[in-house]
């Protein structure tokens, strides 16, 4: 696959999907009130005013915008470094641009980022995030994956003494 077509179309989609699912979420779940879809997953609107996990706040609008457009420009030029032989390693840069750009646009619409996805327990509960993070997550660990197999792609020199 040497045309960047699919990685284009996988962009859009993951843009276009996480953007519908936060208006319906906008639209139709009440701010701050859990909705308990099963004993450990729960639906929670809130807003993130930083980056993952809330960090970075005190950057304001304009610099968190600033850095999510600098993370997507190097990992669009780490893709276009990448080899054409490396599919898992583009599909995991087209997720991660994708969901970067999603909440790159909630945040210059909104000065916040939309989440609503609660895993919990009785005695923990983990932080309040939305699809585009997961895409990244999901992104990245498809590059480090590719990265992790890369070696058995490679070829092995040869022993110059057979």
């Given amino acids: 696959m040497k045309s960047w077509s699919p990685y284009v179309v996988l962009v859009v989609i993951a843009i276009a999907l996480d953007q519908w699912i936060k208006h319906l979420v906008e639209n139709g ?4 009130e859990k909705v308990d879809l099963l004993p450990f ?17 005190s950057f304001g609008d304009t610099g968190l915008v600033v850095v999510a457009v600098l993370v997507v420009a190097f990992v669009l030029y780490l893709a ?3 080899p054409a032989s490396h599919v898992i390693a583009r599909v995991g840069f087209a997720l991660i ?25 009785p005695v923990w509960s983990f932080a309040v995030f939305n699809l585009a ?5 999901v992104g990245a660990a498809l590059v480090v994956f590719d990265e992790l197999i890369g070696w058995r792609r490679e070829a092995k020199p040869q022993d110059p003494g057979n």
């Fill in 29 to 32: 779940l009440a701010f701050q």
């Fill in 41 to 57: 997953l729960a639906l929670y609107r809130t807003y993130n005013t930083g980056i993952a996990f809330s960090m970075f706040q």
């Fill in 80 to 82: 276009t470094r990448t």
């Fill in 97 to 121: 641009i994708g969901g970067a750009l999603g909440n790159l646009i909630d945040r210059a619409v909104y000065g916040h980022v939309i989440d609503y996805i609660l895993f919990h327990t």
């Fill in 133 to 137: 993070d997961a895409l990244i997550s």
